[in-house]
């Protein structure tokens, strides 16, 4: 089994982006805030349902994004693809990979974050109230974020 930071030590990279779903939404939200605390309100893939456990029981309460947020959001929306900025990952497994990412990054000049992305138009069958977005509008979003994070770290 991989240590939680295993392969960021094996590549070294400059910047860390982790990607989540988030149902519901319909735009690329890069998220502000990663919070100590996993309560699921539905069990995740493996049956696990915690509720209202620290992340890291000595853990600071949260840390912030060390990404260029605005800058991701903007170059986006300057593309035509919708995204703002999102101030929590909510207390599931997204937010749990991101807090964890910066727990292990918190003393260390990687750029690290997490950035949510809406269902894909292919969803629509199963979440037909819920909003989509195309997914090559999606990978072009993403894509404008990893730009303007190789153009922060050179």
Request: aromatic share 6%; proline share 7%.
């Amino acid at each position: 089994m991989r240590h939680r930071g295993e392969l960021i030590d094996l590549h070294k990279p400059s910047a860390v982006l982790c990607l989540g779903l988030a149902v519901g939404r319909s735009e690329i939200t890069p998220e502000r805030i990663a919070i100590n605390l996993d309560d699921a309100r539905i069990p995740d893939n493996a049956g696990n349902q915690p509720k209202e456990q620290k992340i890291i029981a000595d853990g600071a309460d949260g840390y912030f994004s060390t990404l260029p947020i605005e800058q991701m959001v903007a170059s986006m929306k300057a593309a035509g693809i919708p995204a703002s900025i999102s101030l929590s990952a909510g207390t599931f497994v997204c937010n749990h990979i991101f807090y964890v990412l910066q727990d292990y990054l918190k003393d260390s000049p990687i750029k690290s974050g997490f950035m949510h992305v809406p269902l894909m138009d292919e969803q629509r069958r199963e979440y037909p109230t819920l909003p989509t977005m195309p997914i090559r509008q999606m990978v072009a979003g993403v894509e404008i974020a990893l730009n303007v994070l190789r153009v922060e770290t050179t």
